[in-house]
């Protein structure tokens, strides 16, 4: 009587061969991929965007580069990898390039057996090692083997070490650098939380201490040195970016609301899929197999990308129409009062100021929550479904 | 309900909003009103749509050991997607699951359904209910949680396990015993027609001939031959002491699977069966023959609980009279903690009946879940061997029935005593 739950024989199996939930299979689905390649992307714009915001001209790695070079001397990484020579943010092209090639090569590692990994660890740990002392050795100990003399080290065998230790130093600033882009590529393709956990912290945490370090009594301590960091004007200048035809935010206003929805977007992508993919693993191999636990993972796979889609647009565009919700409530002011107080208030500096902007921000938000109570969202919700969805074709009963 | 998520991201935000205020800086503000923002909008979609749910089982009574087939059909039956659905099926965590799994993620379009097929194992005889079945719609990113209930339930029952009982073993020393159905030129109870007599207040409606009322005009009714069958009496020890041993191999346990085998081997032969349980109190089920009174048995036999202490002499007391002179009695029982029993065997032997006492060995039993010294269990042993001889010695026959021991082997001591 007992045995194997089969397959529903109601479902169709595409191209003659059954789809499973097995990782192998998994990880080559569309909706995966494109996942992570959104993910992916959003993670390199979102960097890209930090570095011209805050990083670029200002403390970028070839700043630190001439710095050390004017210090020990020349680095022995060539420039055209590092990105010295060019300008604005095509400093940061190549060194992208290759945390995305080290991150990849990471995620890549993950997946070998742990044999295999111990070897490409202690395989990196010897060339590093050889990279580092491997010219003293061979030029120090056979010079003591033919004088027949033990010594130390003359001068000119010890800066036989400069050379790798400039360029281990070097390497280990441009990791720092692109710590966010390494770890996040490790963490999206490699299905690691941590790293897209690290990621992220290390970008909050970079946001966190510049926006301490570039606060006025601060950055008056921090002399010449806090002279050259960026810090963004607490006064609002007048908005020139916007939606349909209305200005809503400055452009700086929209690089930094990009940062954050292009973090959100990153973070969520990246752990949608390590969710669903652990989910699939945590299921028995009946279900696996069962035509039923395919099609709802494409139905949840789908609903994740169009909510990403959809959810994180409106929530920049929401943001947006927020920032710029004070110039409506001076609008309204001034219109509507027309006294010579409501004048007053209008034309207040402190409305233009950020206390006055996040307010009516929060204002703005605080309405819209409050939408949830006016308007049938479901019922919205439901419409638009039912005017874009097709009706599946009815289910044939099976009968024990 | 928030998750926790949500709430470090709301909390985050409101955080980084204060703080870039305080050193004014515009991107933690926005970085905070950003996260807001996404808390806002997502709050917009909540719930889910109109679930319907329908569950299928491949039988709704089985037998212990069996396995039991699960479909459970989920429907969206509105206009919108039921979003990041998880479904589980609640089951009795007697049973264990065999195969497939009795929860699914999913996110169903209007009108469209899933099926969840699983398989379960029902290793525990007893009366069980599948269901509810619980729903925790989940946002997108993990924003939100709430749990629901459909409560949609599937009563089963799992009936004890029947053993094959080979006839040879129960041959009983008195003449005509056990030989099933014979009609008796009296009237009575049975199948084969006797003869017409008038109606009297009380007749089931069922027996009148209407052929006969209309040619004669008054009511009358058939009277069939009574069928003399065997009336057999079982009554089953389910007081408190039968839970020793493990949850699979006690006592109760034992004593369901031999009254269940017993009582579907008397009936396949036409015999009359009667089920007395006791232990809080006493059930008793009328001697009675059929597929009907099998699955009375079965059913009550499912449902036994071990609790109680009632005395086998209260039960013989109460029932004697009503047990038809010179029927078998088994009496299933460990004899354990009850010192009137061998008075009740020597009174049931008293009155003209065959008794035969199946006794599962419950030292042997707990000695399944605890250690207990050598001599101490040489010593319990030999004062059960004692009381089964006393019983034996008062004109029953006794088996002793081991926890590993098949039934039929058991049954095939009965000559040695």
Redesign the interface.
Known sequence: ?????DP?SDVSLMGGRARTLHLKALRKQWQIITLQVVSTIALVWMYLEVVS?YVVNSIDHTMLFDSLESLVGEVPIGDWLIGSGRTGLARFYVPIVLGLGLGGSMALMAFQSPRVQQRIKLGFIVTLMVLLIGRLVLTWIPSMLFSWDLRAPSESELKTLEWPLLMILSLIILFIYLLPVIMGTRGIWGLSRRSIGWAIGFTLLF??I???L???LIKTQLGDWGSNLIS???QVSDPTVGIFGFDLVTP??FS??L???L??VFQ?SGF?VI?YLE?AYR??E??KR?P??V???D??L???LR??AG??T???L??MI??GFHSVLLEVVRTSTGSQWAAQVSESIELSL??G??IS??LF?SL??L??FFVP??RV???I??MT?K??EP?KE?E? | MWTRKASFTFTGGIAL?L???M?????????G??????I????????H?DIEVQR?L?ADNLYKG??L?V?L?VTNR????T??LDVYDNIPHEMKL????NQ????????????????L?CPLRGHYSIGPVSLRVRN???LGVEDMYVDHHSDIVIFPQIKEVEEAFLRSRTPKMYTGATTLRTPGQGSEFYSLREYVPGDPFKNINWKAFARTGDLMVNEKCRDAVTDLYILLDSRDVARIGTVLKNPLEMGTVSAASLAAFFLKRRDSVALGIYGDGLAYLPPDTGDKQYFKILSSLAGVKPEGSMPLQAVTNSLSGRFSRGSPVFVISSCEGDGTVPAAVRDLVGRGHEVTVLSPSSIDFERLVSRIPRMSYEVLKLERQNRLTTLAGSGAQVIDWMPDMDLSQAIMQVRGF
């Open positions: 009587m007992a045995g194997e739950v529903q915001t946001l966190g510049h926006a301490i570039t606060f006025p963004l004007e607490s700086e206003q930094l609301i940062i954050a929805v973090i959100m969520e949608g969710r989910y299921l028995p009946s279900c069962d039923e636990y099609r709802q993972m139905n949840v789908n609903g994740h909510h990403t959810f994180l409106v929530t920049g929401v943001t927020a920032l950020t206390y902007l996040v921000a929060l938000l819209v929550a939408l949830r969202w479901q919700w439901g419409l479904e039912s969805n009706q599946p289910v099976k024990f | 909003i703080i870039g205020m050193i004014t800086n515009n991107q933690m503000m926005i970085l009103l950003t996260l807001i923002t996404f806002v909008v997502n709050s917009w979609v909540s719930g749509g299928t491949s069996d396995d087939y479909e059909l509105s206009n919108r997607r979003q990041l065999r195969s497939g799994l699914m993620r999913l996110n169903l379009r209007p009108g469209e359904s899933a099926r969840i097929r699983y398989v194992r997108t990113f993990n």
